[in-house]
């Protein structure tokens, strides 16, 4: 079974982890309003472009404790939790509501305790195994039932959401097993580092210039996505990893039980229809991050 070891200052952590609630479930709802200006890829490459600005001071300052020989751990530190999800999130919204997306975020548990399983050799239990199945069958329920779209578009783009949770699962993982003594702004900075390049190297090339300038609502878009990028992305990353550091990988990400409530609830408030099938696939899917949370 998955052991879970937390830090005595429990406070400390529920407060962190209420705090990322919050970050993390209005996420969905700034990655929407990017939309109205940008296409996908527009929006995740200034996405991790401004969360990778944002970090280089934090690096200039703590590059004397980053260990360069775990460089490949950074990467996939920073290609996991940060690179990837920001194209998968932002494509699955072009079809997916808010709501739905933040809902299936909720994944991102049951995701970590099978990337421990399948590649850092953790023992499940029989209930961690059946939280997870219990939550993929959440899932289905909600891209079946809750999404107005095509059933094969919604598989399609609901898939899309999985793999970014798999994505954080892999990260969270790494943190844990990896880099446990790293520091976290060194961490977070040093994945940064490696990201960044890329995604500022493309800005020029997918016209966002030509989006600000001839869009109405293209400034507006823009102050969105700086908000997701530099609370969604930078400071939140470093909580997490700081969070992960101080717990362990299935504490931090039960995160997951607060996102969808926030996302839910900035859904409804931006008009939003939250149908009972939402409700019913996001309380089997928190039944059974409960599940594997028991001992």
């Not at 939550?135 to 609901?158: D, R």
């Not at 995604?199 to 869009?215: F, G, T, Y």
């Not at 507006?220 to 530099?230: A, E, K, R, W």
Request: aromatic share 12%; with cysteine.
């Amino acid at each position: 079974m998955i052991e879970e070891k937390v830090s005595n200052n429990s406070l400390l952590n529920w407060a962190i982890l209420l705090l990322l609630g919050l970050v993390w479930g209005s996420s969905y709802i700034l990655i929407k309003k990017g939309l109205v200006a940008f296409n996908p890829v527009q929006l995740a490459c200034l996405r991790v472009s401004l969360s990778g600005i944002a970090f280089f001071p934090i690096y200039f300052s703590y590059r004397k404790k980053v260990d360069w020989s775990n460089w490949k751990y950074f990467l996939i530190v920073g290609l996991g939790g940060t690179f990837i999800p920001a194209f998968l999130y932002a494509l699955a919204q072009t079809k997916l509501n808010s709501s739905l997306t933040g809902v299936l975020g909720a994944l991102t548990p049951l995701n970590t305790i099978l990337i421990a399983v399948l590649f850092f050799s953790v023992k499940a239990s029989k209930r961690e195994w059946l939280g997870v199945v219990l939550g993929l069958i959440g899932a289905i329920v909600l891209i079946t039932f809750g999404s107005t779209i095509e059933l094969s578009n919604s598989l399609f783009y609901g898939s899309l959401v999985f793999v970014a949770t798999a994505c954080y699962g892999l990260s969270s993982n790494v943190v844990k097993s990896k880099l446990q003594e790293v520091n976290p702004l060194a961490l977070s900075s040093a994945a940064f580092v490696l990201i960044v390049p890329p995604a500022i190297l493309l800005l020029p090339l997918i016209s966002v210039q030509d989006v600000l300038i001839n869009d109405p609502a293209g400034w507006s878009s823009l102050g969105y996505i700086t908000l997701l990028s530099l609370l969604g992305t930078a400071m939140a990353s470093i909580l997490f990893f700081y969070l992960v550091q101080r717990t362990n990988p299935i504490f931090a990400s039960t995160v997951s039980y607060l996102i969808p409530m926030i996302a839910l609830g900035w859904g409804h408030a931006d008009g939003e229809s939250i149908g009972w099938f939402h409700l019913l696939g996001m309380s089997i899917i928190l039944y059974a991050v409960y599940l594997t949370r028991q001992k």
